[in-house]
């Protein structure tokens, strides 16, 4: 079970979109359509942005979206704001476990 | 609202078992529906999911930590634990419980939508 891949970091001016990567396998993205994504203050809790590949939960701002190509998922944060500056992981469901990617730090400029 | 709230000792000794629990308020763990899961980030880390236990007791851990990892389900106080044996310095880490919704016909797991807050366990003499 090896984590999915995200860059490391991506940045954007406020205003901008941007759009943060995640790549597995067949096994995991590849082969559900159960990929999630969640954001991370410094020192909080993670918070759920978008389940089954592409579905916001209440609350969530549709400024997030989320979609998949493949072994590829992506999150796509448009009209960046200030308080959308966190770390931010995508995880997928896999063989009745479930898998993290390393975590994207996002920058607004 | 359902809440998640862990609890358990900030500092367990190298070689032996660390041991969190994880109360559920505003809702019940037997509703079904749900898997409730442990999951940890190492300092300055990425988020590693530990594993998860269903209501019933069906448990799935994490291929790389099973051998030593035991979750465990209290219905009747609403609660779910989570032991970690001989645990090294490497098990330092926040630890976080989670609500994980399954999908329709238990096909997957959609996403995990309430966290408690986490607590930092660290390991050391």
């Known amino acids: 079970q090896s984590a999915l891949t995200q860059p490391a970091s991506v940045s954007g001016s406020p205003g901008q979109s941007i759009t943060i990567s995640c790549t597995g396998t067949?096994?995991?993205?590849?082969?559900?359509?159960?990929v999630s994504w969640y954001q991370q203050h410094p020192g909080k809790a993670p918070k759920l942005m978008i389940y089954?590949?592409?579905n916001r939960p209440s609350g969530v701002p549709d400024r997030f979206s989320g979609s998949k190509s493949g072994n590829t998922a992506s999150l796509t944060i448009s009209g960046l704001q200030a308080e959308d500056e966190a770390d931010y992981y995508c995880s997928s469901y896999t063989s009745s476990t479930v898998v993290f990617g390393g975590g994207t730090k996002l920058t607004v400029l | 609202q359902v809440q998640l709230q862990e609890s358990g000792p900030g500092l367990v000794k190298p070689s032996q078992t660390l041991s969190l629990t994880c109360t559920v308020s505003?809702?019940?763990?037997?509703?079904?529906?749900?898997?409730w899961s442990w999951i940890r980030q190492h300092p300055g880390k990425g988020l590693e999911w530990i594993g998860y236990i269903y209501y019933s007791g069906s448990t799935y851990y994490n291929p790389s930590l099973k051998s030593r990892v035991t979750i465990s389900v209290d219905t009747s106080k609403n609660q779910f634990s989570l032991k970690l044996s001989s645990v090294t310095a490497a098990d330092t880490a926040v630890y976080y419980c989670?609500?994980?919704?399954?999908?329709?016909?238990?096909?997957?797991?959609?996403?995990?939508?309430?966290w408690g807050q986490g607590t930092t366990v660290t390991v050391s003499s």
């Open positions: 067949s096994s995991d993205v590849g082969g559900y359509n159960y």
């Open positions: 989670a609500r994980a919704r399954l999908a329709r016909q238990a096909a997957g797991i959609v996403g995990m939508d309430v």
């Open positions: 089954e590949v592409s």
């Open positions: 505003g809702g019940s763990i037997s509703s079904g529906g749900y898997y």
